[in-house]
């Protein structure tokens, strides 16, 4: 029997909280905040992805932005496209959906200075308008844990993925170095006051991939010297906190990394 090609998924029921979580992004693109260059401008993307890949350095060494040649890639939750035009360099055909208006214009900006190509748009990740098996790679870095229905957005995923295809997810810790010290320090973390922000133990993020016939969890991002911060909490986080929480040993702080990166096939 044929299967549906369009998501059963009911978009309706959280319509109202995905507006506000698409209205709240549209105003709060990721890491703006850093960019001193003109918005829009090829200074600007290149800030965005120096910053991004200097705070988040485990990622290039976990994600084979090279290694999708030819292979089809979604990603949902694209912000400015940073990590998309890595994979489009790379040799991948890249798809990339995000609720924020804003963020689409920004990505599609992005990929015309790069002289690259994507389909980019608004959709909701929630309810996925494309058809079953359509991509060999599903990809969403930091949106799971902001979206109204994380386990039905990670169906969708599922859904659209091929049989034998890889997803790539990351959400926050519960149990990290970074929520402790935040509560500790009384500083609010990073998009804190966003709509919905989610943290999962590795035990429920795990739980929730289970549409997935194998999946690989790893721990990852460790204290760097922040850039954002400034103040006393600041210079004691960057000149102390870090080098005295990176200089224990790896594997018995793993467990409290930041961010879950999942790797799942279907
Ligand atoms: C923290 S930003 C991450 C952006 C990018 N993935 C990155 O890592 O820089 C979260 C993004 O997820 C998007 N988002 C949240 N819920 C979504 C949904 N249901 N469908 C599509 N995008 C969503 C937001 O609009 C925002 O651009």
């Not at 949902?76 to 994979?87: E, K």
């Not at 795990?206 to 210079?235: D, I, N, W, Y």
Request: proline share 5%; hydrophobic share 45%.
């Amino acid at each position: 029997m044929s299967q549906p090609i369009v998501s059963a998924a009911a978009p309706d029921k959280n319509a109202a909280t995905i507006a506000t979580i698409g209205a709240y992004w549209n105003d709060h693109i990721h890491d703006l905040e850093i960019a001193t260059e003109p918005v829009g401008s090829s200074g600007f993307f290149r800030e965005l992805d120096e910053y991004r890949f200097d705070k988040l350095r485990y990622l290039p060494q976990v994600v084979d932005f090279s290694g999708y040649q030819g292979k089809t890639l979604l990603e949902v939750g694209c912000g400015a496209g940073i990590d998309l035009v890595r994979f489009a360099r790379g040799g991948a055909i890249v798809t990339g959906v995000d609720l924020a208006q804003v963020s689409i214009d920004l990505a599609k900006e992005n990929f015309t200075q790069n002289g690259l190509e994507a389909d980019l748009r608004v959709m909701n990740g929630e309810a996925l308008t494309f058809p079953d098996s359509s991509f060999d790679v599903v990809y969403g870095h930091g949106v799971l844990q902001y979206t109204a229905d994380a386990p039905q957005m990670v169906r969708e995923m599922h859904r659209v993925l091929k049989p034998g295809g890889e997803a790539i997810f990351m959400v926050y810790n519960k149990y990290s170095w970074l929520n402790a010290l935040s509560k500790l320090m009384k500083v609010d973390l990073e998009h804190e006051d966003a709509p919905v922000l989610k943290k999962y133990s590795i035990g429920e993020f795990k739980a929730m991939l289970r549409p997935f016939a194998q999946v690989r969890l790893v721990p990852e991002r460790f204290p760097v010297e922040s850039r954002l911060h400034h103040g006393l909490k600041a210079t004691i986080y960057n000149k102390v906190f870090v080098k005295a929480f990176n200089s224990l040993p790896r594997f018995l702080v793993r467990p409290t990394g930041w961010h879950l990166m999942a790797f799942a096939t279907k």
